[in-house]
C-alpha cells in the first residue's frame, strides 16, 4: 500500500452517497504562491482554507462522475435533473465511439435521457419523471447498466433515487445503479470520481459465480491461482489513450506478469473478476483512491499508489514499486536501462530544440507534476504550474519540484486567473488542459495538449511522443502568432496588470 493512503481509511459504502473528498482527504482548491509556500501551507492546513474575491465557473462533479459511469458497456445513462445539467454532454456521444473504436471495441452509442425537472417538480418532488425515464430507457435500449445521476436540484429536495432504484429493479432487466453526484455538495470536482466508484462498488463489484469442474484438475486450479497472484490489475483514467493501456500492459508483461485494465470501457462481466488481481495499480492518484481502498477491503488485494507514468523518471519509479511487489528488481533494472537507452537516442534531437525553452504546464494535480518533471528532464526551464485542485498525493512532488520558488496556482477553471499569471511569464510553450488551451492561444503562446485520448503519453513510448511534440511546436508558431494578432481576449488591461493573489484568500480576509 502506499504512503499516501496508509492513514486513510475506507469502508463508506454501506451508506448511500460518499463523502465529499473537502470530508474525507482535505483539498486546496484556491491557491496561489511559490510551491514551498503551498507545500507549508498544506501541512498546516491554510491552503485548504483559501476561497476567491472573483471566480468563474470551475466544473461540476456530476460530469466527472458520469465520464467514469457513462463508459461502461452496455450501459444507459439517466440523468435527474433540470435540462440545464445535461448541456456538457452533448460531445461525449463522440468521445465514447473514439474510445471505443481506439481499444478495437465494438461500437456503441451513447445512449441517455434526462428527466427535465421544472419548477412543480421541485414542489411536487421528481421521483414520479425518474421512474418513466428509468422503464423507458431500458425498453427502448435494454442496456445492462442503468446509470442513475443525481444532479443538485433532486439532491437539494431530497428525491430518494436509492428507493426508486430499489423499486424497479424486479422490473427491469438491467442493473440500476443511482450515483450521488449532485454539485453543490463539493467544490472539489474529483469527489465525481468517489460517487462513481460508490455506485459502481455497491451496484455493480460482485465476485463470479464459481462453477466447480465436473472432474478434479487440480494442475489447471493451481495455474488458475497462480495467474490471479501474478495478474496486475492496472486503473485506467478518462484521460488515458488506448496507446497509454498498451505501453503499460507492455511494460508489466515484460516483468512477467500478467496485465489487465479496468475499470473505464469494462463489461459488467469484467467488473465481477475485478477482485482476481495480485496487485492493483493507480496510474492516477486523484482518480482512484476510493476504488483501490475499498477493494483491499473487500477482496484483500494490495495496491499501490504512487506516481503516474509520465517521463522517464517516473514511468521508471512506476515500474520500480509493481517490480517490488513481486519481488522483480533485477527484472525491472533490466528492462528499465533496455528501454532508457533506446529513449534517450529517440530524443535526442528533440532535447537538442527544447534546451532552455520555458514551459507552463497546466491541468490535473498529479498530471502536470509528472509532465513538468519530464519538461525538466528534456532540458526545458519550467516557469511555473497550474492545477486544478491539490490534495495530499502530491505533497512529495511539490517538495520535488524544480525549486520551491517554482510559482503554482490551483484553480479549476478560471482562465482569467491563468492568462493574467501567463501573460506575465510568456513562457515559449503551454501545455494544459482542453478548457484552458484556447485561451491561451489567444495570448499568442504555443499550446500543446497534456492529454489527449487518440494520443500515446504514459510509459517510455509516450515518453517520446510528447518530445516530438513539444519539439513539433516549438520550431513553428505561427498558428498561435496568428490566432493572437486576429482573436482578442475579453479582459481588462487592469486585470493583466493585477496581482492574482490578492484575488484569493482566506474566507474572512475576503
Ligand atoms: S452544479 Fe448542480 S445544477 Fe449545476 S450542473 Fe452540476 S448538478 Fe447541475
Not at 505501453?247 to 506478469?257: D, F, I, K, N, Q
Not at 517490488?324 to 533485477?330: D, G, N, R, T, V
Not at 492574482?500 to 474572512?508: M, S, T, V, Y
Amino acid at each position: 500500500m502506499s504512503k499516501y493512503t496508509d492513514e486513510l481509511e475506507y469502508g463508506f459504502t454501506s451508506a448511500l452517497a460518499p463523502p465529499v473528498r473537502e470530508t474525507r482527504i482535505g483539498v486546496c482548491s484556491a491557491y496561489c504562491g511559490t510551491c514551498a509556500e503551498l507545500n507549508r501551507d498544506l501541512k498546516t492546513g491554510c491552503a485548504q482554507l483559501q476561497n476567491r474575491k472573483f471566480a468563474q465557473s470551475g466544473g461540476c462533479q456530476l460530469g466527472l462522475a458520469m465520464g467514469i459511469a457513462s463508459s461502461l458497456t452496455r450501459s444507459a445513462v439517466v440523468i435527474h435533473s433540470p435540462l440545464g445539467c445535461c448541456s456538457g454532454f452533448g460531445g461525449s456521444a463522440g468521445l465514447r465511439k473514439t474510445m471505443r473504436a481506439s481499444k478495437g471495441k465494438k461500437d456503441e452509442e451513447f445512449i441517455w435521457a434526462h428527466t427535465n425537472m421544472d419548477q412543480l417538480d421541485v414542489v411536487n418532488g421528481g421521483t414520479e419523471k425518474l421512474k418513466e425515464a428509468i422503464l423507458y430507457i431500458d425498453k427502448y435500449s435494454r442496456p445492462e447498466v442503468i446509470i442513475v445521476a443525481n444532479g443538485c436540484v433532486p439532491g437539494i429536495i431530497g428525491d430518494d433515487i436509492d428507493s426508486v432504484a430499489k423499486e424497479l429493479q424486479g422490473s427491469v432487466s438491467a442493473r440500476i445503479v443511482p450515483i450521488h453526484c449532485e454539485g453543490f455538495k463539493s467544490r472539489y470536482v474529483a469527489s465525481g470520481y468517489d460517487a462513481a466508484y460508490h455506485g459502481i462498488l455497491r451496484h455493480l463489484v460482485e465476485p463470479a459465480e464459481r462453477i466447480e469442474r465436473a472432474l478434479p484438475d487440480e494442475g489447471k486450479d493451481a495455474f488458475e491461482r497462480y495467474r490471479i497472484s501474478r495478474t496486475v490489475n492496472i486503473f485506467n483514467v478518462g484521460s488515458n489513450s488506448n496507446g497509454d493501456e498498451v505501453e503499460l500492459s507492455r511494460l508489466v508483461s515484460a516483468l512477467g506478469l500478467y496485465a489487465k485494465v479496468l475499470p473505464l470501457h469494462a463489461t459488467v462481466e469484467d467488473l465481477s473478476h475485478i477482485g482476481e488481481a495480485g496487485l492493483n495499480v493507480s496510474i492516477c492518484a486523484t482518480h482512484d483512491d476510493y476504488l483501490l481502498g475499498h477493494l483491499k477491503e473487500r477482496f484483500g488485494t494490495p495496491y499501490i499508489i504512487d506516481t503516474l507514468p509520465i517521463g522517464v523518471v517516473n514511468t521508471n519509479r512506476w515500474l520500480r514499486v509493481i517490480a517490488a511487489e513481486f519481488h522483480l528488481e533485477k527484472e525491472a533494472e533490466r528492462l528499465i536501462k533496455l528501454e532508457t537507452t533506446a529513449l534517450e537516442e529517440a530524443i535526442e534531437p528533440y532535447k537538442k530544440v527544447l534546451a532552455g525553452k520555458t514551459i507552463y504546464v497546466g491541468g490535473g494535480e498529479t498530471r502536470i507534476l509528472t509532465t513538468a518533471q519530464y519538461f525538466s528532464y528534456l532540458g526545458m526551464k519550467l516557469l511555473g504550474v497550474k492545477a486544478h485542485n491539490v490534495d495530499r498525493f502530491v505533497e512529495e512532488f511539490l517538495e520535488e519540484t524544480d525549486g520551491p520558488e517554482l510559482s503554482i496556482e490551483v484553480a479549476a477553471g478560471q482562465p482569467a486567473e491563468e492568462l493574467a499569471i501567463l501573460n506575465r511569464l510568456k513562457p515559449d510553450l503551454y501545455c494544459g488542459h482542453m478548457g484552458a488551451n484556447g485561451w491561451v492561444t489567444r495570448l499568442g503562446i504555443p499550446v500543446i495538449p497534456l492529454f489527449g485520448q487518440s494520443l500515446n503519453y504514459m510509459g517510455y513510448s509516450g515518453a517520446f511522443e510528447l518530445a516530438r511534440k513539444a519539439a513539433k511546436a516549438i520550431k513553428n508558431t505561427n498558428f498561435a502568432k496568428n490566432i493572437s494578432s486576429n482573436v482578442s481576449l475579453p479582459l481588462r488591461q487592469s486585470w493583466f496588470e493585477s496581482d492574482i493573489r490578492d484575488n484569493i484568500k482566506p474566507d474572512d480576509l475576503l
